[in-house]
């Protein structure tokens, strides 16, 4: 009759013709997933380590120049 390689070689082949319509849809989600995981791992890699403080850049405003309408204009 049919051994346990054949059999599991017609299921696989009944698998994919059942499958073949949803099979594009299942490829583009791991494939999105797989972008989402790597730009993850990347964020993490890049973020600086607990309790390191974080350094905002800026610049200092003195009155002068401070925009009119701002709070410290006119003061």
Known sequence: MFGLSELALLLLVVAAVLAAKRLPDVVRSAGKSARILKAESRAL???????????????????????????????
């Open 45 to 75: 890699k890049n973020a600086p380590a607990p309790g390191e403080p974080k350094i905002v850049q800026g610049e200092v405003v003195s009155r002068d120049t401070a925009a009119p309408g701002s709070p410290t204009a006119g003061a």
